[in-house]
């Protein structure tokens, strides 16, 4: 997400338009100590300078990130008299909101935590109350008399709507069973959440086949689901959100056995999803893991994916979960990625860069680069030794094949391919590649291109490794070709391609302002510690999304800046708003987005929700806060998206 430019990479100042080019380099294991305070803004772990902050004597120490946030920062002190934090010298004070004048009456709480204000509604036993969905909000049914409801009809009504419950406050799931008789054949329970967006988090969808037990007579959905959602919302609360191919863990008998380890998690691409009611992106489906998974799913994600692909049949994975199935790995053993990667501690893993695939053709291996993932390239050119540089690469849904990697009964592994159903093979991909600069010269061969398990190994010369790293540093095309020393033509050549910059991500994501596409644009979940109490509700910043690449603005602009900028607009945002927020949920308008225009051309902002604006009144109270802070950030040259849930 927020990621820069290491030391001796680039001589340029990071990009504040984009999000690859600066991050917080505080591990997440830290950022969750108990001795210290977590960041505002949740980022993952990134290679950004440490920047201090100096402090003048006399005022209080602080401690602050390297992405400029202050743990444990009031959020909510804009129309207090605390002094504004200066961003540049050359900009002057920024001015101040309202301010409460000194000997005034003591103001009524304002603020408070984000996570426990979410507790969970499941009782001890049981399922949660049942959530009554009204448009687009809803309330939790306490009546007992409904909650004690047999529905096991309506779940099992072909076409019929789910059944929510509430896990809580701001959480529910909504359940039904589905008939997939259109691809997998299976019946399954199909869960969805609605309200994870209010963490910051993509909603989740769970398919999980039914027993034989469940398949006759009445019939409940399994409850350690919703106990499994309630965890992954808390997680993501304290800024540890699951993305696409990320993993969620269950340390407890889970679903009736203890051999159940988890989920898989992924952005469905070539699966059917004719029969299902999906909810508003974006979203993630979760595959049912063993224990013996586990591993791989940290490691290397993609390995475990296509192989239960292969396991069932079903190009790249089926979307379905099923319970207390024989595990498609066990004792890890002798694999390459075992030297790529610590299965132990988890201390190193093998680099996985977004958006880079690998593609054989007859006789032609091509490797591509996305341009704005050159920072992530670098860090793996650096981390790599002298003679060995190893990267995982992303699933490519231009290839109609893949390589799996099967482990046998013995614990070997070997090497297999799945495909799309009923489509010719042209081409296939891999999961990884490994530059071996070892080859002799007494082997007669300029370099060598081979199979290993689902990836690829490409031996080359030494001087040619250096070559290799060179041109990736210069951002430029790079062949190596195959065969013997001697031989004219090459057997089969390997590239190495400089692509368009990768935007596979936030598929199907629309602005609630005027419902424009934000599909393939950078975006950053945060990690809000506070929400904004209204009389009966509240308001929490979760997501920006940044819309414009300005390269030309990079050369005067200070990261630090990015993450105080935000801050304050979200703050502004939240003050302005927060005594309507009765008014905006009595109109459905629970999702806000307010887009920020900071360039030399255009000063300004626009909010909506649901594709109309607000009210005139809250327009007025927002320029209050929100205009003395745009118009001194002009200079910077960014346009983003903030985006902002009314939660109860």
């Known amino acids: 997400m927020l990621t820069s430019a290491a030391p001796g990479v680039n001589p340029r100042s990071p990009n504040p338009n984009n999000p690859n080019e600066y991050c917080s380099k505080v591990p997440p294991n830290q950022q969750a100590s108990n001795h210290a305070s977590p960041p505002v803004v949740m980022v993952p772990t990134g290679v950004l300078k440490p920047s201090g902050s100096h402090r003048r004597s006399g005022e209080p120490k602080q401690v602050m990130f390297s992405d400029g946030i202050r743990p444990g920062g009031d959020l909510t002190e804009l129309d207090g008299p605390e002094q504004t934090r200066p961003r540049r010298s050359a900009r002057g004070s920024r001015k101040q909101g309202p301010s409460q004048h000194q000997g005034s009456p003591p103001a009524r709480k304002i603020k408070d935590d984000s996570l426990y204000r979410s507790p969970c509604l499941l009782p001890e036993t049981g399922l949660p109350p049942i959530y009554m969905v009204t448009g687009d909000t809803g309330y939790v049914e306490h009546d007992e008399s409904i909650n004690q409801i047999d529905y096991t009809d309506d779940f099992k009504a072909e076409g019929g709507p789910f059944i929510y419950f509430a896990v809580n406050k701001n959480l529910s799931v909504g359940v039904k069973i589905v008939n997939l008789d259109c691809c997998v054949n299976r019946v399954c329970w199909f869960f969805v959440t609605r309200g994870m967006c209010t963490a910051g988090q993509s909603e989740l969808i769970v398919l999980l086949e039914l027993t034989e037990e469940e398949m006759n007579g009445s019939v409940s959905p399994p409850r350690d689901i919703f106990v499994h959602f309630h965890n992954v919302y808390e997680e993501a609360l304290k800024g540890f959100t699951v993305q696409d191919m990320g993993h969620s863990i269950c340390h407890s008998n889970f ?111 091509v490797i591509n680069f996305p341009r704005n993932r050159y920072n992530e390239v670098m860090k793996v050119v650096r981390n790599s030794n002298e003679h060995v540089m190893a990267l995982g690469s992303s699933f490519s849904s231009e290839a109609d094949s893949h390589l799996v990697c099967i482990q046998n009964e013995d614990g070997s592994y070997q090497t297999q391919a799945i495909n799309i159903q009923n489509k010719p093979r042209l081409e296939t991909g891999a999961s990884f590649v490994v530059f071996n600069g070892a080859l002799k010269t007494s082997t007669g061969l300029r370099a060598k291109s081979s199979i290993v398990e689902d990836g690829l190994m490409v031996q080359v010369l030494p001087e040619a490794i250096v070559s290799i790293k060179d041109a990736m540093k210069e951002m430029t095309n790079y062949t190596i070709q195959c065969g013997p020393l001697e031989s004219t033509s090459a ?77 304050d607009i979200a703050q502004a945002c939240c003050t302005a708003l927060v005594k309507h927020l009765d008014e905006l949920k009595k109109e459905g308008q629970v999702k806000l987005g307010l887009r920020v225009n900071l360039t030399r051309d255009s000063v300004g902002y626009e909010i909506g929700s649901k594709g109309r604006s607000l009210p005139a009144a809250m327009i007025n109270n927002l320029d209050t806060f929100l205009v003395p802070i745009v118009h001194q950030a002009s200079e910077e040259g960014i346009v983003m998206e903030l985006v902002f849930n009314i939660v109860d």
């Open 255 to 365: 679903l009736g056995s203890r051999d159940h380890g988890g989920f898989l998690y992924l952005r469905p691409t070539f699966q059917c999803l004719s029969k299902l009611s999906l909810p508003e992106p974006p979203y993630l489906f979760g595959i049912l893991l063993q224990k013996w998974e586990v591993p791989w799913a940290k490691v290397f994600p993609i390995r475990l994916m296509l192989r239960l692909g292969a396991e069932y049949r079903y190009y790249p994975c089926p979307l379905v979960g099923v319970r207390n199935r024989k595990p498609v790995f066990f004792e890890i053993g002798h694999t390459i990625i075992n030297l790529l990667a610590d299965f132990r501690n988890y201390q190193y893993m093998l680099s996985h860069i977004p958006g880079v695939t690998i593609k054989m053709e007859d006789k032609k291996t």
């Open 491 to 567: 057997e089969e050549i390997v590239e190495l391609r400089w692509t368009e910059n990768d935007k596979n991500f936030n598929f199907g994501v629309k602005s609630y302002i005027d419902g424009m596409s934000l599909e393939g644009v950078e975006s950053v979940s945060v990690k809000s510690q506070s929400d904004f109490l209204g009389e009966t509700l509240a308001i929490r910043w979760t997501r920006v999304y940044f819309l414009q690449h300005q390269e030309s603005s990079s050369s005067h602009f200070d990261p630090l800046d990015l993450s105080r900028l935000t801050e």
